[in-house]
């Protein structure tokens, strides 16, 4: 059974930065895109970004209004994929999920979030 | 790249059929079949339901079908059940690689 933990979030100054760590278990890690997705209280969800599969070169994309502050990382060791967020807005405040992203682009396992609040 | 365009809620009895529309542009779902519906409970994550805009995962309602005409994909839910009140988001590849979302239509079954 496919399991993602997602940890790290918690309450952060603006300007200030974060990880968030994904844990996965239940699947072949290694070959998996990984994608981060959003969801600001009360809104709609939007995507953050994903990092290829090292035997896709393991690079990453990022949504315009995260491109340049936030980087995606993975430790296929481990089997677990970050989020280092850097200049964090309030706008950033939102439940951060882990998901995996497969074949045709659909979002097929998602984790349960951890929330991140950006406030002063 | 913006938003997709979903209608805020819809509406619906026990037993009728509903369509939701997502609306994107020629660059995204006019231009492809790259399309994905989630549905998600209140304090849930999203859970996928339909992918490449018509095929269904397994575990997935077959009450659930997936369509697309042009640049607007739909979501239509025959046989309604309170259980399905839930909000609903599509989801489409974009160009550069990006996905973008709808801003999610809030189903009530009445």
């Known amino acids: 059974e496919v399991h993602l933990v997602e940890s790290g979030g918690g309450l952060i100054t603006p300007g200030g930065s974060l990880r968030l760590s994904c844990a996965a278990s239940?699947?072949?890690?290694?070959?998996?895109?990984m994608n981060w997705v959003r969801q600001a209280p009360g809104k709609g969800l939007e995507w953050v970004g994903r990092?290829?599969?090292?035997?896709?070169?393991?690079?990453?994309d990022f949504a315009a209004p995260v491109k340049g502050r936030f980087t995606i990382s993975r430790d296929d060791s481990k089997s677990i994929v970050y989020l280092q967020m850097n200049g964090l807005k309030t706008e950033d405040t939102a439940l951060y999920y882990c998901?995996?992203?497969?074949?045709?682009?659909?979002?097929?396992?998602w984790g349960q979030g951890t929330l991140v609040t950006v406030s002063s | 790249q913006s938003a997709l365009t979903q209608p805020a809620s819809v509406s619906g009895s026990p037993g009728q059929s509903i369509t939701i529309s997502c609306t994107g542009t020629?660059?995204?779902?006019?231009?492809?079949?790259?399309v994905s519906w989630y549905q998600q409970f209140p304090g849930k994550a999203p859970k996928l339901i339909i992918y490449?805009?018509?095929k269904r995962p397994s575990g997935s309602s077959n009450r659930f079908s997936g369509s697309k005409s042009g640049a607007t994909a739909s979501l239509t839910i025959s046989g309604l059940q309170v259980e399905d009140e839930a909000d609903y988001y599509c989801?489409?590849?974009?160009?550069?690689?990006?996905?973008?979302f709808g801003g999610g239509t809030r189903l009530t079954v009445l």
């Open positions: 998901t995996t992203l497969s074949g045709t682009f659909k979002l097929d396992y």
């Open positions: 239940g699947f072949s890690f290694s070959d998996a895109w």
């Open positions: 990092i290829k599969s090292e035997h896709d070169a393991g690079t990453t």
């Open positions: 020629s660059s995204d779902v006019g231009s492809h079949d790259l």
């Open positions: 490449a805009t018509t």
């Open positions: 989801c489409s590849y974009a160009p550069g690689g990006a996905l973008v």
